[in-house]
C-alpha cells in the first residue's frame, strides 16, 4: 500500500510563502497523479493542485499564478509551494496518489497522507 507523509505546515503571516513535501512509499511513484486538498474545520476539503504521470499541472481557480506544484519521481516527492499567502489559505493540507479522473476530486484518489497544517495570520 502508498504511504503519503506530508511535511512543511506552519504559521505565516499573510503574504508570506511555504513549501509543502510528500513523500511516498510502497508502490511506484511516476504511476500516480498526485494531488494536494485542503480542508478547513467544518469544511468540505477541496482541490488545490494536481500533477499527473506524465506531469500535467491543474491549479485552482484561487490559487492560479500563487501555488506551484511539482514531482520530483526519483526522491517520490511532490510538492507545493504557496506564495502569497492569504488567511482564508488557512487548512490542513493533504496530499493524496491516485489513478482515475478528474484529479480534482477526491474520490479519484486512494491514498491520503495526514495532512500538514497551513496557518496563515492576517
Known amino acids: 500500500q502508498v504511504q503519503l507523509v506530508e511535511s512543511g505546515g506552519g504559521l505565516v503571516q499573510a503574504g508570506g510563502s511555504l513549501r509543502l513535501s510528500c513523500t511516498a512509499s510502497?508502490?511506484?511513484?511516476?504511476?500516480?497523479?498526485m494531488g494536494w486538498f485542503r480542508q478547513a474545520p467544518g469544511k468540505e476539503r477541496e482541490f488545490a493542485a494536481a500533477?499527473?504521470?506524465?506531469?500535467?499541472?491543474f491549479y485552482s481557480g484561487s490559487d492560479q499564478g500563487r501555488f506551484t506544484i511539482s514531482r520530483d519521481n526519483a526522491k517520490n516527492t511532490v510538492y507545493l509551494q504557496m506564495n502569497r499567502l492569504k488567511p482564508e489559505d488557512t487548512a490542513v493540507y493533504y496530499c493524496?496518489?491516485?489513478?482515475?479522473?478528474?484529479?480534482?476530486?477526491?474520490?479519484?484518489?486512494?491514498?491520503w497522507g495526514q495532512g500538514t497544517q497551513v496557518t496563515v495570520s492576517s
Open positions: 510502497g508502490r511506484t511513484f511516476s504511476s500516480y497523479a
Open positions: 493524496a496518489a491516485g489513478v482515475l479522473l478528474p484529479m480534482t476530486r477526491p474520490q479519484s484518489y486512494d491514498y
Open positions: 500533477i499527473d504521470w506524465s506531469g500535467n499541472i
